[in-house]
């Protein structure tokens, strides 16, 4: 599976980006689609990662002000990030997931200023 992820940027803090991710290749139509991200000297961690029936998970942080959404047809997932703080700043990835094994995309980096 190939992903193809766009939308990153430079925005100021609490202003809005959109991320959206788009997966080819051989796709099982149960999966997980999701976004991580890896501020500079941290590990890569979670923010939103949603199923293919449509369930999301957040990670607290972005509770309230990031959704993620996805369109099954088109293989795509799309983050919606909102009210964005400078600690939202990092490169974010997009992944897809299939029970233990996942696929990431090629990184987009979001920065936040203040």
């Known amino acids: 599976v190939q992903l193809q992820a766009s939308g990153g940027g430079l925005v100021q803090a609490g202003g809005s980006l959109r991320l959206s991710c788009a997966a080819s290749?051989?796709?099982?139509?149960?999966?997980?689609m999701g976004w991580y991200r890896q501020a500079p000297g941290k590990q890569r961690e979670l923010v939103a990662e949603i199923t293919s029936g449509g369930r999301p998970t957040y990670v607290d942080s972005v509770k309230g002000r990031f959704s993620i959404s996805r369109d099954n047809a088109k293989n795509t997932v799309t983050l919606q990030m909102n009210s964005l703080k400078l600690e939202d700043t990092g490169v974010y990835y997009c992944?897809?997931?299939?029970?233990?094994?996942?696929?990431w995309g090629q990184g987009t980096l979001v920065t936040v200023s203040s």
């Open positions: 290749g051989s796709i099982r139509s149960n999966n997980v």
């Open positions: 992944s897809y997931s299939v029970r233990a094994i996942t696929n």
